[in-house]
């Protein structure tokens, strides 16, 4: 049974960092594209970023990209979201999502997901 289990959210101010952690049990990710969602209250769950099972490739929504980073540690299986240049906007639940399947699409479907972690940005 694959858990994913996200860590590292909190209350910050604009401008700030954060890092967010996804460790994953019951399964090695390192054959598996993993992801990171955020939902933000009153709408819709959002894709954020992905990475290939090598960290080779990785992908973001328009939004974050310059900001945000994705990596991974096969070894650890662990796969992180570095956030910088925090805006309000940012604010949301961000969830650690992983596909079951070996294809190396940087997007959805995902099949796994965690209990998610709440980011909270202040102006």
């Known amino acids: 049974q694959v858990q994913l289990v996200e860590s590292g959210g909190g209350l910050v101010q604009a401008g700030d960092s954060l890092r967010l952690s996804c460790a994953a049990s019951?399964?090695?990710?390192?054959?598996?594209?993993m992801g990171w969602f955020r939902q933000a209250p009153g709408k819709e769950r959002e894709f954020v970023a992905a990475i290939s099972s090598s960290g080779g490739n990785t992908a973001y929504v328009d939004s974050v990209k310059g900001r945000f980073t994705i990596s991974r540690d096969n070894a650890k299986n662990t796969v992180y979201l570095q956030m910088s240049s925090l805006k309000p906007e940012d604010t949301a639940v961000y969830y650690c999502?992983?596909?079951?399947?070996?294809?190396?699409?940087?997007?959805?479907?995902?099949?796994?997901w965690g209990q998610g972690t709440q980011v909270t940005v202040s102006s």
């Open positions: 999502a992983m596909r079951r399947s070996i294809v190396q699409t940087l997007g959805p479907p995902f099949d796994y």
């Open positions: 019951g399964r090695t990710i390192s054959w598996y594209v």
